[in-house]
């Protein structure tokens, strides 16, 4: 994380941004009785949950870039689980977060995401998990920044009504802080 802090704007870092809204995830979950575990960068070995997902803000060079995209691993022991799983929170965090899909710029970089990649690294999520990786929206676009850093609240929730439902649980929207 020292020498690749990850996407930079508005004077904040990427790990800051994601941090924050994996936390703000975790306090709408837990008010669910949902356990949720907030990983550091280097994935305990061979992790295992009832579902993973990594939380990223997304930058560019070209500020004019909005939007989010999700995506799941691109060699999966559970492909119809993960590509379940992508299709909720795709759709979910879509309709709560507001922004618009950037689906068409998922990278090579996403769908083979190292905590995906069991067979190479042993900090990886075990195969048989479901997983995805979400970039919730653009550091480098002021227009992304603003929800990023202005209604985390919001995006938060649209993560968790999409885990929720992929979990075939009911959120309780009083609960959500």
């Not at 299709?87 to 977060?97: C, D, F, L």
């Not at 950037?102 to 990649?117: G, K, L, P, T």
């Not at 209604?151 to 929720?164: E, F």
């Amino acid at each position: 994380m020292r020498s690749n802090p990850g996407a930079l704007g508005g004077g904040r870092i990427e790990w800051e941004v994601n941090l924050d809204l994996a936390e703000r995830t975790a306090d709408i979950l837990r008010a669910q009785g949902i356990e949720v575990d907030i990983l550091p960068a280097t994935i305990p070995i061979r992790y295992r949950a009832h579902a993973f997902l990594s939380i990223h803000a997304d930058g560019n060079t070209d500020p004019s870039l909005r939007g989010y995209k999700v995506a799941r691993p691109g060699f999966s022991s559970i492909p119809e689980v993960d590509d379940r799983y992508a299709e909720i929170m795709h759709r979910v965090y879509g309709r709560v977060s507001g922004l618009p899909d950037d689906s068409v710029r998922i990278s090579h970089r996403m769908i083979n995401y190292y905590a995906f990649n069991s067979r190479r690294y042993q900090h990886a999520v075990a195969p048989g998990v479901p997983q995805l990786i979400l970039e919730a929206g653009f550091m480098s676009s002021p227009v992304g920044r603003e929800i990023l850093f202005h209604q985390s609240d919001r995006l938060a929730l649209g993560i968790a009504q999409g885990l929720m439902e992929f979990l075939d649980r009911d959120l309780t929207l009083d609960a959500a802080p």
